[in-house]
């Protein structure tokens, strides 16, 4: 059984910062990719940033220069870090990691985190 633990959100003045981490337990060989994708109200899940188990990034190009994916291999941990905020940056954050589990096939599965509230309002 493999859980992956969202902290961090909140709410946040324009302009302002935060920073969400999201952890991997159970029993887990190895984590490929691992990334934060977003929903607002009314609108799809996005993708905001992805890592690779190689520390290769990729951004949503509305959030590049705002936001930083970060993670610690050691503790199965990514983080965003997230900086001058905006209003539309309002959404429930999902974690999201490939992970391996099966030792015999090395085939990843999709994991997803349960979500935390990102609001920007004054």
């Known amino acids: 059984q493999v859980q992956l633990m969202e902290s961090g959100g909140g709410l946040v003045q324009p302009g302002g910062s935060l920073t969400l981490s999201c952890a991997a337990s159970?029993?887990?060989?190895?984590?490929?990719?691992m990334g934060w994708y977003r929903q607002a109200p009314g609108k799809e899940r996005e993708l905001v940033a992805v890592?690779?188990?190689?520390?290769?990034?990729n951004y949503a190009d509305s959030v590049k220069g705002r936001f930083t994916i970060s993670r610690d291999n050691a503790k199965n941990t990514v983080y965003l870090h997230v900086n001058s905020l905006k209003p539309e940056d309002t959404a429930v954050y999902y974690c999201?990691?490939?992970?391996?589990?099966?030792?015999?096939?090395?085939?990843?599965?999709?994991?997803w985190g349960q979500g935390t509230q990102v609001t920007v309002s004054s």
């Open positions: 999201n990691a490939h992970i391996v589990v099966d030792t015999t096939t090395l085939r990843s599965y999709n994991y």
């Open positions: 890592v690779t188990s190689g520390g290769g990034t």
């Open positions: 159970g029993s887990i060989f190895s984590i490929n990719r």
